[in-house]
């Protein structure tokens, strides 16, 4: 059973950073590439960024060259390092694992969810 919990969220001002965690369970997690997503009210699920097993990262163009992804193998944690915030980054951030299929920006492409946490960024 693979658990995924997120922490980290809050509220913070225009401009701010908030560093979000993934704790995940299972000790296959070294193998699999760990994803974030955010939905805000009324919106679907976005992508938000990706980490692979090696390390290697890739960002949706909205959070791109603001948001960055790590993860430390030796805690079974990821991170998304979040960083200019505005506004419209408000939403419910979710972490998830790659199933294993060739892509990374899609939910379908995920097989487990954490439960979220709340981001909120004032003007």
């Known amino acids: 059973q693979v658990q995924l919990v997120e922490s980290g969220g809050g509220l913070v001002q225009a401009g701010g950073s908030l560093r979000l965690s993934c704790a995940a369970s299972g000790r296959t997690f070294t193998s699999y590439g760990m994803g974030w997503f955010r939905q805000a009210p009324a919106k679907g699920r976005e992508f938000v960024g990706y980490i692979s097993g090696s390390g290697d990262t890739y960002y949706g163009s909205s959070v791109k060259g603001r948001f960055t992804c790590s993860r430390d193998m030796t805690k079974n944690t990821v991170y998304l390092q979040m960083n200019s915030l505005k506004p419209e980054d408000t939403a419910v951030y979710f972490c998830?694992?790659?199933?294993?299929?060739?892509?990374?920006?899609?939910?379908?492409?995920?097989?487990?969810w954490g439960q979220g946490t709340q981001v909120t960024v004032s003007s």
């Open positions: 998830a694992r790659q199933a294993g299929g060739p892509t990374v920006v899609f939910e379908t492409d995920y097989d487990y």
